[in-house]
T-cell receptor, first 112, second 116 residues
Framework: DQQVKQNSPSLSVQEGRISILNCDYTNSMFDYFLWYKKYPAEGPTFLISISSIKDKNEDGRFTVFLNKSAKHLSLHIVPSQPGDSAVYFC???????????FGAGTRLTVKP | GAVVSQHPSWVICKSGTSVKIECRSL??????MFWYRQFPKQSLMLMATSNEGSKATYEQGVEKDKFLINHASLTLSTLTVTSAHPEDSSFYIC????????????FGNGTRLTVT
């Protein structure tokens, strides 16, 4: 039951350009969404989150957009840097429900 | 803040033996911790929710007798893989959440288990 989907397994962008990572979800009860970054053999690191009462949240080079009607969120990284190269997971949860569901991840490669 | 420490970071064991993985919240108390498993090139799959002082809640398809979870204190949860088999080889990651409304999960660095 894949409630959170990341349909692009990989993305390659040039340094300095914008990276856009996409995520779709099926459960309309989700109201809290997050993006995590993961390097090989390490645990995921929290990047940025957004609650369903907002449609945008910005933190430095990272911006998350939420489109509730489309059940879609995206992560924009601008400008992209080689150090951003990692696997990015989107995640979603419902209220104070501790159960958080993850997408399959998108491997971002930023080329110098 | 919100650091989760996981130990060991990697372990190799023989078939039939048991392996214990520890997950500690270093600077906060966690009444609930979560154990995930990640297969190569796949997503994080929730295995079980570990509750301090009570039994863990296992996801469908996860054998509770094989993956023993103990959450004896507010800062420590352990996952024991009993009678390990090669198909149990995987990357196991624990996480915890600082309580209080919506907040992100904080993850340990994971444990790479290889069963030979």
């Amino acid at each position: 039951d894949q409630q959170v989907k990341q349909n692009s397994p990989s993305l390659s962008v040039q340094e300095g350009r914008i990276s856009i990572l996409n995520c779709d979800y099926t459960n309309s009860m989700f109201d809290y969404f997050l993006w995590y970054k993961k390097y090989p053999a390490e645990g995921p690191t929290f990047l940025i989150s957004i609650s369903s009462i907002k449609d945008k949240n910005e933190d430095g080079r990272f911006t998350v957009f939420l489109n509730k009607s489309a059940k879609h969120l995206s992560l924009h990284i601008v400008p992209s840097q080689p150090g951003d190269s990692a696997v990015y997971f989107c995640a979603a949860s419902r209220g104070n429900n501790n159960d958080m569901r993850f997408g399959a991840g998108t491997r971002l490669t930023v080329k110098p | 803040g919100a650091v989760v420490s996981q130990h060991p970071s990697w372990v190799i064991c023989k078939s039939g033996t048991s392996v214990k993985i520890e997950c500690r919240s270093l600077d906060f108390q966690a009444t609930t911790m979560f154990w995930y498993r990640q297969f190569p090139k796949q997503s994080l799959m929730l295995m079980a929710t570990s509750n301090e002082g009570s039994k863990a809640t296992y996801e469908q398809g996860v054998e509770k007798d094989k993956f023993l979870i103990n959450h004896a204190s507010l800062t420590l949860s352990t996952l024991t893989v009993t009678s390990a088999h090669p198909e149990d080889s995987s990357f196991y990651i624990c996480s915890a959440r600082v309580q209080g409304g919506n907040s992100p999960l904080h993850f340990g660095n994971g444990t790479r288990l290889t069963v030979t």
